[in-house]
């Protein structure tokens, strides 16, 4: 399977809805987004809900997704196979996420061009286990190394089984990559690439 990563523009707008529209949640997941909340406070959250009429979460998500890419403040990596969008990676300066972000998550750190923290994975249901997550993290980390930060920061969840919604990515993701575990809290694994 051919692989290719691209990341995310304004440009893509229309691959990365599509992807997340079409194909990203067709096993029925016990949550679906545009993985714009990252990016937001519950502050930040509320206002969009008083923006958009009837508070239709799904609508509101989408727009905050696409205020959110216009202004290249979510940013990450799409995935491609023959042409077709078929993964995402939520991959960002840490200095870019809010000290807290609407679901509580703190990747926050207050100087840019360090650290680059990746958040989510999603994976169309049939790629799954085909590389794909492997393949983006390795272009989130190859970049990052390029663009000179010094490290990359993933927060993978402790789970005793594999569980096939894992948003963050499993444990085992990151070890292959060359992560190593620096902290655990709260259920939640730092794993950290040096890159310098």
């Known amino acids: 399977m051919n692989i290719t990563i691209k990341r995310l523009t304004p440009e893509l707008s229309a691959d990365y809805f599509e992807f997340f529209e079409n194909r990203a949640f067709t096993d029925d997941p016990p949550y679906r987004c545009y993985c714009q909340m990252y990016q937001m406070t519950q502050e930040q959250v509320k206002a969009a809900l008083e923006i958009v009429d009837g508070n239709d979460g799904g609508r509101v998500s989408r727009k905050v997704a696409e205020l959110q890419i216009d202004s290249g403040i979510l940013r990450g990596y799409l995935a491609f196979v023959g042409g077709v969008s078929i993964g995402w990676c939520n991959a960002n300066d840490k200095a870019n996420f ?70 963050a990515g499993p444990i085992r993701l990151y070890e292959k990559a060359g992560f190593v575990r620096v902290e655990e809290r709260d259920g939640v694994v730092v794993m950290r690439k040096e890159l310098k």
């Open 98 to 167: 809010p000290i807290e972000s609407s679901g509580g998550a703190r990747f926050h750190a207050p100087v840019e061009k360090r650290e680059k923290a990746v958040v989510c994975f999603e994976i169309a249901p049939n790629f799954r286990g085909k590389g794909v997550a492997t393949a983006l993290l390795r272009q989130v980390v190859a970049d990052a190394k390029a663009e000179g930060y010094l490290a990359v920061e993933g927060f993978p969840v402790v789970r005793s089984e594999r569980y096939e919604w894992e948003g």
